[in-house]
């Protein structure tokens, strides 16, 4: 199995990437993101739940996060590797999806890392919310709380997997196709 996460900031690219590298690699994508989204659309008790923070663009808390994650690998016994886009968020994430895959004797492959500066993924995310529809896209304060959860939250994931010698970064800037030309290099060694 090779299992795979994708980095990055909110706004660097993950979710348009995963949709090239899932078929390329033919893994399981699993976006933490689009399932409680998917879960909030269908008015779940998660979706509920969830909502409460996404739309202050706060993280979801680790407990239910973790539980969802492992019940969607779970849902796919069968799958050749995942591709995980928006998790692990937080260092407890991470170190619960490590003794998870650990107990199927399975593990963590590679974290990639799409990089960019926060002014241009700022202004990105404002324009992708005049049409995706998503209430943390639509305020600038909310998308700089998103930032701020990153950073204090998301950022020290980079020395937990570089500790682990899992760890690459890709330039985020580009063109799709540039950028899953660069992505695919570093996936392509593995
Ligand atoms: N692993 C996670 N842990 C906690 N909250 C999460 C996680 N993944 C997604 N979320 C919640 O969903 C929101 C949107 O995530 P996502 O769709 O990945 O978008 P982006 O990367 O653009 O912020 C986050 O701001 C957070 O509230």
């Given at each position: ?26 893994l ?9 989204r ?23 808390p680790d407990?239910?996060t ?16 995942f ?9 407890a ?15 963590i ?6 990089e960019?500066?926060?002014?241009i993924?700022?202004?990105r995310?404002l ?13 600038e ?15 020290p994931?980079?020395?937990y ?27 392509d060694?593995?």
């Amino acid at each position: 199995m090779i299992n795979i996460v994708l980095f990055g900031k909110p706004g660097a690219g993950k979710g348009t990437q995963a949709e090239f590298l899932k078929e390329k690699y033919n893994l399981t994508h699993l976006s933490t993101g689009d399932i409680f989204r998917y879960n909030i659309k269908n008015e779940t008790e998660l979706g509920q739940l969830a909502k409460t923070y996404m739309d202050k663009g706060d993280l979801v808390p680790d407990a239910v996060t973790i539980q969802m994650l492992q019940s969607e690998v779970e849902k796919n016994p069968d799958s050749a590797g995942f591709l995980f886009d928006g998790f692990p968020r937080t260092i407890a994430q991470a170190e619960a999806l490590d003794a998870f895959l650990a107990s199927k004797g399975e593990s963590i492959r590679a974290t990639v890392a799409l990089e960019a500066d926060d002014e241009i993924l700022v202004a990105r995310l404002l324009e992708r919310g005049k049409t995706s529809g998503r209430p943390d896209d639509q305020d600038e304060e909310k998308i700089r709380n998103r930032y701020q959860e990153y950073n204090e939250k998301t950022a020290p994931l980079m020395a937990y997997y570089q500790a682990q010698g899992k760890f690459y970064a890709v330039d985020g800037i580009g063109s799709i196709a540039e950028v899953t030309a660069r992505l695919s290099a570093v996936l392509d060694t593995f």
